[in-house]
């Protein structure tokens, strides 16, 4: 059984930058074939795809968000970090971690499925 679990502050600053940890167990992020994910759903809207990390350690960015978004890994804790700068309200969501099936190519072709996903954190941007 994989799990996920999201952990980080859950109130930020405007201008700061936010930061949260997806901590992985049952499964090795470094596992072929596997899309570490960064996902989030603001108040009253679908959810919004912000990046990933792939198995291999590559990095893909939402081109919406990519100027201020930065994905990480630990594989010695088998975990990977999400910080996205500049924030300002409008990054105010519940942020989620999961793994997802496909990326580049393959993923020109259909969307990506996630099998596993964390509970989700709430962050607020406020001062």
């Known amino acids: 059984q994989v799990q996920l679990q999201e952990s980080g502050p859950g109130l930020v600053k405007p201008s700061q930058t936010l930061s949260l940890t997806c901590t992985v167990s049952?499964?090795?992020?470094?596992?072929?074939?596997?899309?570490w994910t960064w996902i989030r759903q603001p108040p009253g809207k679908g959810l919004e795809w912000i990046g990933h990390?792939?198995?291999?350690?590559?990095?893909y960015y939402s081109p919406a968000l990519k100027s201020r978004t930065s994905i990480s890994r630990d594989t010695s804790k088998n975990q990977f970090t999400l910080q996205l700068s500049s924030v300002t309200p409008e990054d105010t969501a519940v942020y989620y971690c999961?793994?997802?099936?496909?990326?580049?190519?393959?993923?020109?072709?259909?969307?990506?499925?996630?099998?596993?996903w964390g509970q989700g954190t709430q962050v607020t941007v406020s001062s």
């Open positions: 990390m792939a198995y291999s350690g590559t990095t």
């Open positions: 049952g499964g090795s992020i470094t596992t072929n074939y596997y899309y």
């Open positions: 999961a793994r997802g099936d496909c990326s580049g190519y393959v993923c020109y072709l259909r969307p990506p499925f996630y099998d596993y």
